[in-house]
């Protein structure tokens, strides 16, 4: 693809051989991998039309081995990548060809439940499916489900402040996080929280979750448990416009309920869906929606019963309660599968992940199937309708000359419409290597040069994760310097008393 | 007397930030004020008050977003809101009471900066967490924004945690967006009478660990709670708010007071105004209001649930005074006599086993310049925490020392 990483420093692959002896020191046995045969699994993350090799990769297995192989990596001015479970859709973990590729894949202990503070205290290493596996027969999970949560690990959904289905009622990692502990590139282990409520000081934690492993390296998690409600159903409401489902999803809202889940899809995505899955969607709908309420039984019968007067008001054709669990599970499997599902109906697709202000719903996909006569590809939307998170599919073939190309650009254009209209470049995915080269549509300089001086804080010399989120690299000295007037600027005329 | 700036618009702001580091003049930053003895003194050249910056500028009830210049009241956004059925979910507490300042006159960009909660933050978390974007100058005399108008967005480092509970000393505001939700239809709180704290706290991790969706759990001792609604008992009060849809709330308080009867014979309920009344004087701490006892330390704390009820005892067993207990037992105020440097040592030494932190919310000026107001972190947070003011504010003129000492 197109886009430029950082040039690749030719002194630090002149010394591969003695970095990587002095890796193995650190980490002894089979926790270095230098074979080129060996490293190609880690070559790419979810974003699998980007591929790089690192230079080499190590699993460490202690965070006494990860601090060391930071300050060695520190000290010898050594570009360091942090990996997960690598299943980023924004190419958060691509390698860099002078890297060290830094799996945390080893850290896969829970080292405690605490029921009586309602917290999980893990390492990095765990998959966000397992956290709440080792709780349930205890009648606990652990809130944010991204889609990818049997594969996708803990450290990873810090690193994107992952969302997930349920985010709209439960929030996304970050409301869920009590406590980490971070490694910086120098090798300092930071404890930011732990088992109390908010931060004392700067919100630190706050700040390292999302950071796409720019600011530091997660060796522990400890994130809150919640009680796993009665029951939970499902709506499929059917409408025969999409403007009618957005019409829905604002009346809902509007009265002031805010289900567990609310997902959209369009027609393309229902019929790829239904035709994968047969779950059940009727095919002679525009727009679907899935509405799920958990809680007490008393208030999701309440609430469904609402939530169909008001769908019949917004012109719904279709309306379908789920019964039992297993076709509640049956509703959701069409909409989890989508992305699967739209891989069956096309050799490739390309996933977008805007947000947009829900008002604005109709104008975006209109606008979308006007681009997406433009660039002769077809779109499928699914929709995170209830926080307005868009994830449009663009159908290509990337054995077709310049499809590749038209689906990235009809993706930019994509997103700069979502910005346009008041919203964002990402709403959970992150911005990665993907959509780094779009920040300057939604952010300016002095925007992106204060983002960076956080960074600086945390990283002077920028050796973690560069090439990632900001299109432009600035050295810290250079955003040091203070351009402060020399001829003493007199304080202007304003109101002083 | 020093000077007050009072900027119009944003290009004012601009200015003055800009004329004070060209002058050194260092900034005293304030809303409407109201937290002005929170923290240690800052020896400002000059006050910049914000409070001109005013209004709500956008509200999407149904997107669940309103957007506000900085200085906008908050009795001016919860009217608002509350016109549409619609609540601030971190229900921040206003410190009028406790410090004797002007009620109701806080700032939405103040409550943000220092990022407040009340008793909801236990299920609905706090100011940071419904804080979405902003706008702000730094202390480089620059304007940059974070953030967006959407309740769901990873793009670029989550400035606004940042600023949530930055304290003025990192950048001033100057607009803000925030995820505002719907006032839940009716709530009722379900009381335990004559628990001790640590019982209370074992009947509070009870009923967090059911499906009682408690958006508020609150222990108050019997002459604490002799200040509320539910003093008519005389005793010791566990409270625990249910609210939501009508059968909900129903089944809901049904299981609760099943799960309080196994802690306590005695209960009791508050439904109606008495119940909104006892948690407004819960979020608010009006049992310890200034008045008449201002000179009396009031320390904020945040631990683990399981260590509230000992840690509560530490202090107050060496300090005299008394404690409440909010979030489960996360939260306790504790609102000691008058000792020397306002038992610190006791204070901080009393957490450092569980992990929290302590902030001295009131205390004399002259106290508040020589002890620690803010927790104070391991060495390389503390020293991670001044880079970070130091690329936001190397000249030190936004609220310098007022968190810590160089920060």
Partial sequence: ?????????????????????????????????????????????????????????????????????????????????????????????????DGVLLSMAKFKRIKEIDFDNRVAVVEPGVTNLAISQAVAQDGFYYAPDPSSQIACTIGGNVAENSGGVHCLKYGMTTNNLLGCEIVLITGEVLRLGGRHLDSGGYDLLGIVTGSEGLLGVVTEVTVRLLKKPETARAMLIGFPASEDAGACVAAIIGAGIIPAGMEMMDRPAIHAAEEFVHAGYPLDVEALLIVEFDGPAAEVDYLIERVRSLAGDCKAATV????????????????????????????????????????????????????SETYGLRCANVFHAGDGNLHPLILYDANTPGELERAEAFGSDILKLCVEVGGVLTGEH????????????????????HQQRLKCAFDDKGLLNPGKVFPTLHRCAELGRMHVSNGQLPFPDIPRF | MSDIFKPRDDKDLEAIIQAALSRDTVLEVIGAGTKRTIGRPVQAGATLDISGLSGVTLYEPNELVLTARAGTPLAVIEEAIAATGQQLAFEPIDYAAVLGTPRGAATLGGV???????????????????????????????????????????????????MAGSWGTLAVMTDVTIKVLPRPETEETVLALGLAPADAVKAMTAIMGSRCEASGAAHLPAHVALRTTAGKHHAPVTAIRIDGVAPSVAHRVREA??????????????????????????????????????????????????????????ICGALGGEAMWDWAGGLIWIECLPVENAGAGIVRRAIREAGGHATLIRAPAALRATVDVFQDDAAPVAALSRRIKQGFDPKGVLNPGRMWAGV
Avoid at chain 1, 344 to 368: E, F, H, N, Q, W
Avoid at chain 2, 146 to 155: A, E, I, L, P
Avoid at chain 2, 279 to 306: M, Q, Y
């Fill in chain 1, 1 to 97: 693809m197109t886009v430029t990483m950082p040039e690749p420093d030719a002194a630090v692959l002149g010394r591969r051989a003695r970095i990587v002896a002095a890796l193995r020191r650190i980490v002894p046995g089979e926790g270095v991998i230098a074979a080129e045969r060996e490293m190609k699994s880690y070559e790419t993350d979810g974003l699998t039309a980007y591929r790089q090799l690192p230079m080499v990769v190590v699993l460490p297995d202690t965070v006494a081995q990860v601090a060391q192989v930071l300050r060695y990596c520190h000290d010898e001015g050594i570009r360091v990548v942090p990996r997960g479970a690598g299943t980023s859709l924004s190419g958060g973990a691509l390698p860099l060809a």
């Fill in chain 1, 320 to 371: 379908a309660v789920s019964r039992d669990e297993q076709e509640r599970n049956l509703f959701w499997a069409g909409r989890k599968a989508a992305f699967p599902a739209v891989g069956r109906i096309s050799p490739d697709y390309y996933c977008m992940d805007g947000t947009i202000p829900r008002a604005k719903l109709s104008l975006v996909l209109k606008r979308m199937r006007e681009m």
């Fill in chain 1, 430 to 449: 992150g911005v990665g290597v993907e959509k780094r080269d779009l920040m300057p549509v939604m952010f300016n300089a002095a925007d992106l040069d």
């Fill in chain 2, 112 to 162: 943000l900066a220092c990022n407040l909660s009340g008793p909801r933050r236990l299920c609905a978390g706090a100011a940071r967490d419904h804080f979405l974007g902003f706008s702000a100058v730094s202390g480089r005399g620059e304007t940059f924004k974070s953030g967006g108008r959407v309740v769901k967005n990873v793009t670029g480092y989550d400035l606004c945690k940042l």
């Fill in chain 2, 257 to 314: 007071r099943e799960i309080l009867g196994v802690f306590a014979p005695d209960g009791a309920t508050l439904s109606g105004t008495a119940s909104t009344e006892f948690w407004t004087a819960v979020r608010h701490v009006l049992p310890f209001a200034a008045t008449g006892k201002a000179e009396r330390p009031l320390w904020r704390i945040s631990v683990p649930p399981s260590a509230a009820a000992k840690v509560a005892d530490d």
